[in-house]
C-alpha cells in the first residue's frame, strides 16, 4: 500500500541551486497536485495536473515548473532556488476532480540558505 | 475567488472535553466541503467530508454538517483524546457549472490541537 510517495523527505539547498521533487502515486489516479505548506497560511496549489502530458498553474506557480510525463509521476522543479521558497511541500493524487477523496504524500521538508 | 476561514489556534484541551473548531467559506459554484488532519511528521489524512448542502460528515467519534444558510462546516467532537492531537485542516473543492471541477482544494490555515490527559 504505497500511496503516494514523495522523494526526497528532507533537503537543504543553497540559493540559486536548482532540484527536482518527484511524487509517485500507484493508484491509477488522474490527477496530481503539488503544494506547498507554510505556517499560518494553510496549503497553497503550486501546480497541478489533470492527465499525463498535461500541466496547469496553480495558486502560486512562480518559480516552479512541473512535468507529467508518465502517469504515475508528477515532478516538481525549482530551478533556481530562493530562501521564500523554504516550505514544506505536499504532494496529493486523486481519482477524479468532482468531490473524491484527495491522497497525499509525507511531504518534503525544503530549506534554503 | 473561493476561501476557507479556520478559526484562531492553538487550541488546548484537557482529555474528554468537548471540540469545536469553527469554518466557514466562500465560494462559487457548489463546494464540497472536508476536513483533513494531520499527525505531526505525516501528510493530510481525509478525516471526513460532505458533498451538499445539509450533509453531515462523520468519523473516528468528529462530525461536521454542512451549513449553505450560513456557510459553515464546523468540526465537533463529543470526547477528545490525547491521539487526537493534531493539525486539522477545513477545505473545499468547488464544482464548476457544467459538471467539471479540477479537484483543487482550497485549505484554511489549519488549527493546531493539543490534548492533555
Known amino acids: 500500500n504505497a500511496g503516494v510517495t514523495q522523494t526526497p523527505k528532507f533537503r537543504v539547498l543553497k540559493t540559486g541551486q536548482s532540484m527536482t521533487l518527484l511524487c509517485a502515486q500507484d493508484?491509477?489516479?488522474?490527477?496530481m497536485y503539488w503544494y506547498r505548506q507554510d505556517p499560518g497560511m494553510g496549503l497553497r496549489l503550486i501546480h497541478y495536473?489533470?492527465?499525463?502530458?498535461?500541466?496547469a498553474k496553480g495558486e502560486v506557480p512562480d518559480g516552479y515548473n512541473v512535468s507529467r510525463l508518465k502517469k504515475q509521476n508528477f515532478l516538481l522543479g525549482l530551478e533556481s532556488a530562493a530562501p521564500s521558497q523554504t516550505s514544506v511541500y505536499f504532494c496529493a493524487s486523486s481519482y477524479t476532480g468532482s468531490n473524491t477523496e484527495a491522497f497525499f504524500g509525507q511531504g518534503t521538508r525544503l530549506t534554503v540558505v | 475567488g473561493d476561501s476557507v476561514t479556520q478559526m484562531e489556534g492553538p487550541v488546548t484541551l484537557s482529555e474528554e472535553a468537548f471540540l469545536t473548531i469553527n469554518c466557514t467559506y466562500t465560494?462559487?459554484?457548489?463546494?464540497?466541503l472536508f476536513w483533513y488532519v494531520q499527525y505531526p511528521g505525516e501528510g493530510l489524512q481525509l478525516l471526513l467530508k460532505a458533498t451538499k448542502a445539509d450533509d453531515k460528515g462523520s468519523n473516528k467519534g468528529f462530525e461536521a454538517t454542512y451549513r449553505k444558510e450560513t456557510t459553515s462546516f464546523h468540526l465537533e467532537k463529543g470526547s477528545v483524546q490525547v491521539s487526537d492531537s493534531a493539525v486539522y485542516f477545513c477545505?473545499?473543492?468547488?464544482?464548476?457549472?457544467?459538471?467539471?471541477?479540477?479537484?483543487?482544494?482550497?485549505f484554511g490555515q489549519g488549527t493546531i490541537l493539543t490534548v492533555h490527559p
Open positions: 477545505a473545499l473543492k468547488t464544482q464548476a457549472a457544467g459538471g467539471t471541477s479540477y479537484g483543487k482544494l482550497t
Open positions: 495536473s489533470v492527465g499525463e502530458g498535461t500541466t
Open positions: 465560494a462559487t459554484g457548489y463546494p464540497s
Open positions: 493508484m491509477n489516479h488522474e490527477y
